[in-house]
């Protein structure tokens, strides 16, 4: 580290990212809006981040990405070619912070630095992030570390889009009572969540998260899982996915640890009505509440049906679920949806050091609590889980939701 006397530090910024992390002092005046408030703090940190251990790939990339967006506002170049792969990740990464403000980019980028400064100063034992990651997922990024298992969703370029199986690997099997059905070939990201949360079920972490890479949370169901058609027929396909639907939300009605959301930007769809079902929900105040149902010709699920009408009261409820309301972080948590809401710019700091210290706290007596808030509720939950699922199999054969899901990708209507 900086000043650390003596010790040899390796440069691990590969050539391909260096161009863009080792920035000349003049670049850094190229912009006024670039200048104002941190500007001391973001040239500290750049020079700091030259000194760093390798914090891994993923988090090169975010670094990559942040330093663009502050220093050049949104992503403005050509995409590159898809056999382009680390040109692809940068720009990847640097357009999935959409119209993030430069300042906002700054100040992350800041504190970024400064975190894995810290990290890095109090424990040369710690592995990076792409060491402790647990090998398997492809949708997915699953660590576990200070008794406690992140489950990071893993598209940031489609806004963590949840995508399905097709049919052809699916298999049924009923839904037992904490049971995923999975195929063999667990792919995609509603399988490997219900898989992420199974292993973590049973690891020896205290409490379990699920968050977002980039600047959504998740924009909810994947629109192209409609376009997936098998040989069996559209009906078939419904009747399948229906009953992934009804095993992904029953995972989380039985999770047995306090699950804790870190909504880390917007929300969409399903990622947001599964939000009633996690014990502490924490919000980015950049997060927005969107679940734009019946504009999709669809219906809720994941519970919301009971859990947002009891939360929130009846009203509010048929605002977001029947009219589509969006609610920005503050209204969710002035409904009680949220928990609590942070600084975009301090969001990440903030809520880790809060979960570190929760996750200290005696595990059992934690997984006891949650058994007796939540057991009385469970077969509720389940019917209810069952009800929505089967009227959602319905609703998807519709012309309204055809329609609507067409629109969308014929990119004449987004949310
Ligand atoms: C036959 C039956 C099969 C049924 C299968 C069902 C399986 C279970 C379903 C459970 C029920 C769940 C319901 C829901 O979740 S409803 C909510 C669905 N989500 C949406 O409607 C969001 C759609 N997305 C948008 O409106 C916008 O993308 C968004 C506002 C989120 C962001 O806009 P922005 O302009 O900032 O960014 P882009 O649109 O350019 O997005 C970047 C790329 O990401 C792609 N993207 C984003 N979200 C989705 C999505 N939900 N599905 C598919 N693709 C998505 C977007 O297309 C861009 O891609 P490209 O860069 O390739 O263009």
Known sequence: MAGAAGRVVRRWYPSVLRSSLQVPALQLHMSKTAMRASQKDFESALSQVKRLKDPGNEVKLKLYALYKQATEGPCNTPKPGVFDLINKA????????GSLPKETARQNYVDLVSGLSSSSDSSSQVKPEADRKQPGYETLVVTSEDSITKIMMNRPAKKNAITIQCLRVHKYQPSSSFSPTHSDVPSEMYNEIMLALKAASKDD????????????YSSGNDLSNFTDIPPEGIEEKAKSSAILLRDFVDCFIDFPKPLIAVVNGPAVGISVTILGLFDTVYASSRATFHTPFSHLGQSPEGCSSYTFPK???????????????????AEACAQGLVTEVFPDSTFQKEVWTRLKAYSKLPPNAMRISKQVIRNREKEKLRAINAEESRALQERWLSDECTNAVMNFLTRKAKL
């Open 90 to 97: 940068k720009w990847d990464a640097w357009n999935a912070l």
């Open 205 to 216: 972490s205290a409490i379990t998260v699920l968050t977002g890479n980039g600047d959504y």
């Open 311 to 329: 939360i929130m009261g009846p009203a509010k409820a048929a605002e977001m679920l029947i009219f589509g309301k969006k609610l920005t972080a």
